[in-house]
């Protein structure tokens, strides 16, 4: 049974820092996780990602230059660091991981 669970969310200043954790438990594709996030109102984005087996990563054009996707795969663990915040990154952010795929169940990163 795959589990994942975020971390890290709260609130923050905007350009200031806040960094998310994604565990998961059970078997899951370390090359193929991601982050999405979800504003009130809005549908549904992916914010960051590692493609290409791996060998790549994916961001949004908004947050570029400002978050970083990592991982720990002797950990089984994702991670979002978010510098410098802006208002308009507040919203739930999930992580996803393949196969299945799988969802956690959300952080909320309020930034103001």
């Known amino acids: 049974h795959v589990q994942l669970v975020e971390s890290g969310g709260g609130s923050v200043q905007a350009g200031g820092s806040l960094k998310l954790t994604c565990t998961a438990s059970?078997?899951?594709?370390?090359?193929?996780m991601s982050w999405f996030r979800r504003a009130p109102g809005k549908e549904r984005e992916g914010v960051a990602a590692?493609?290409?087996?791996?060998?790549?990563?994916y961001y949004k054009d908004s947050v570029k230059g400002r978050f970083t996707i990592a991982r720990d795969n002797a950990k089984n663990t994702l991670y979002l660091q978010m510098n410098s915040p802006k208002v308009e990154d507040t919203a739930v952010y999930r992580c996803?991981?393949?196969?299945?795929?799988?969802w956690g169940q959300g952080t909320q990163v309020t930034v103001s």
């Open positions: 996803a991981a393949k196969p299945g795929p799988y």
């Open positions: 059970g078997y899951i594709n370390t090359d193929c």
């Open positions: 590692y493609t290409h087996e791996g060998r790549a990563t």
